[in-house]
């Protein structure tokens, strides 16, 4: 086939997983024996993160233990839903519900609540960055996928992030307006002055 890598999803809490991170693995280490690389998407979309109608999805803990479970298991490349909110282990944690260890420290020293903050938490699960991280653009659609999408850029940049996926935002456009917003970031990634400091 000519492939240069070899990508896979798992979706981590759901009942198939344990299945799909054995199976995963073993792809992702006869990749690497052929000198292949590996992307990993890790999604956490499923109803075991949804508490008291509240989505974690897209939390900053949770999404970052996916990663580094990503990155455990060889993945080259993480893709990861850009962090909206943190607080996942908390809620899943309260009552009798038992999910997992935490540290109240996830949440005062080691992140704050600013964007930037969440996605870089994101990072230093995939051991400091060494697993490279790529942020999905979100959901296509709107009026505002240009804003969107640089701002996703930025963010993802400045947490130490390596990219950004827009497939949808751009190939769903008109020509002239998908290739203005993949230029826009683009430039995000080529400008300097949009740094991790």
């Known amino acids: 086939m000519g ?3 070899v990508g896979a ?14 199976e995963v693995s073993a792809a992702f280490a006869e990749a690497h024996k052929k000198g292949m690389f590996t992307v990993l998407w890790c999604y956490l979309r499923n109803n075991a993160f949804k508490v008291d109608g509240v ?4 939390a900053a803990d949770l999404t970052g233990q996916a990663n580094h479970l990503g990155a455990t298991i060889e993945a080259d490349i993480v893709k990861q839903k850009l962090p909206m909110r943190n607080g996942g282990y908390k809620a899943l ?3 009798d519900k ?16 600013h964007p930037i903050d969440l996605c870089r938490y994101q990072v230093v699960n995939g051991f400091a960055g ?8 979100g959901e296509s659609g709107g009026a505002s996928d ?6 996703t850029a ?3 940049k400045r947490a130490g992030g390596m990219g950004l996926i827009v497939g949808r935002k751009s190939f769903q456009k008109p020509l002239a307006e998908g290739i203005k917003l993949l230029n826009a970031v683009q430039d995000v990634y080529l400008c300097s002055e949009v740094s991790i400091v």
Not at 55 to 58: M, R, T, V
Not at 146 to 151: F, I, P, Q, T
């Open 3 to 5: 492939a240069a890598g």
């Open 9 to 22: 999803t798992i979706y981590f809490g759901s009942p198939e997983s344990k299945r799909q991170i054995q």
């Open 55 to 58: 989505d974690y999805h897209d």
């Open 93 to 95: 944690n309260q009552g």
């Open 98 to 113: 038992k999910f997992g260890k935490y540290s109240e420290k996830m949440y005062t020293d080691l992140c704050s609540d």
């Open 130 to 137: 060494r697993v490279g991280l790529i942020n999905s653009g």
């Open 146 to 151: 240009l804003a969107e999408a640089v701002k």
């Open 154 to 156: 930025v963010i993802n």
